[in-house]
């Protein structure tokens, strides 16, 4: 996965990037078809928000949530994004392989 941060009107530390880079292990955990991401995180006023744009095979996700605080943001933003790839992921499995037919198991005659 390549992760990209970049910032609007506010200077990315160091730890804010370890930081992001921590949490958005757990995504990969769930879904690991995820082929770059881009974080752009922005200050205007008292607000911090917080957006990605997620690449997977086949789909764009993008989720964004403001906070008061840079690190609650960042919380919010990774909580959106690992519901909306679940989502996107059960989407993908194949439903039809289900259990066999009652039909099918009973062939003793």
Do not use: W
């Amino acid at each position: 996965m390549q992760l990209s941060v970049t910032g609007h009107h506010v200077d990315i530390t160091e730890a804010m990037s370890n930081y992001v880079n921590s949490k958005f292990e757990r995504l990969e955990r769930h879904f690991d078809h995820v082929t770059n991401v881009h974080v752009i995180m922005s200050v205007e006023k008292m607000r911090q928000k917080a957006e990605a744009k997620l690449h997977v095979n086949g789909a764009d996700i993008f989720a964004d949530c403001e906070e008061e605080d840079m690190y609650t943001a960042i919380d919010g933003l990774v909580d959106k994004l690992d519901r909306q790839l679940k989502k996107y992921k059960e989407k993908q499995t194949n439903h039809r392989k289900g259990p066999v037919p009652k039909a099918a198991e009973s062939t003793d005659a």
